[in-house]
């Protein structure tokens, strides 16, 4: 039973990549839908880990590795997508890589930060999970968003990652401290 924790978040993994080719094959809204499904299984993964006493280095690791591709790497890739048809020759699109790129930093910085600050109560920072899942989210049920909107989201969802606002975790993450 050990290692369901780490199999659930090979799933959320699973969800990224199909995420991405779904994004490849224009399937924006389905990519979105896997990126919301990554969310759950990310949810998952950490819930196992306490209940079955099985949280690892390793599968702090594993798990930072599944988010930086499911949080980080597919939405931006689908926004990029998503902003092909508001494209201005030249400016639209390259401010959007750009920014994907800040987003895909900011995500790694914050997952790195998490894994060495080992702080129980809160995060720092918005979490990364919440940015990809946000992002997608929008994606999913606003389609009519301008290309703009999305590079402001994308900016200030990085500065947020790597924020040192303290988030705090919710009951519900943590089934020790859920009172009956």
């Not at 790195?112 to 129980?120: E, K």
């Not at 919440?130 to 989210?137: E, F, K, M, V, Y």
Request: charged fraction near 10%.
């Amino acid at each position: 039973m050990i290692f369901l924790p780490s199999a659930v978040t090979l799933m959320n993994l699973g969800m990224g990549v199909v995420s991405l080719m779904l994004t490849f094959n224009h399937q924006l809204r389905w990519a979105a839908v896997f990126v919301l499904v990554a969310v759950i299984f990310d949810f998952m993964d950490g819930c196992l880990a306490r209940r079955l006493n099985a949280s690892s280095d390793f599968g702090k690791e594993l798990d930072s590795l599944a988010d930086m591709v499911s949080f980080g790497v597919a939405p931006v890739f689908l926004v990029i997508a998503v902003l092909r048809p508001f494209e201005t020759p030249g400016t639209l699109s390259t401010l959007a890589i750009v920014a994907g790129i800040l987003y895909i930093f900011c995500g790694a910085y914050r997952l790195a930060r998490f894994n060495v600050l080992n702080i129980s109560d809160y995060y720092v920072g918005v979490p990364i999970t919440l940015a990809g899942g946000l992002i997608a989210l929008l994606i999913l049920t606003v389609p009519t968003l301008t290309g703009w909107f999305y590079l402001v989201v994308l900016l200030l969802l990085s500065g947020l990652m790597v924020s040192r606002i303290a988030v705090p975790k919710t009951p519900w993450r943590d089934p020790r401290k859920i009172t009956a």
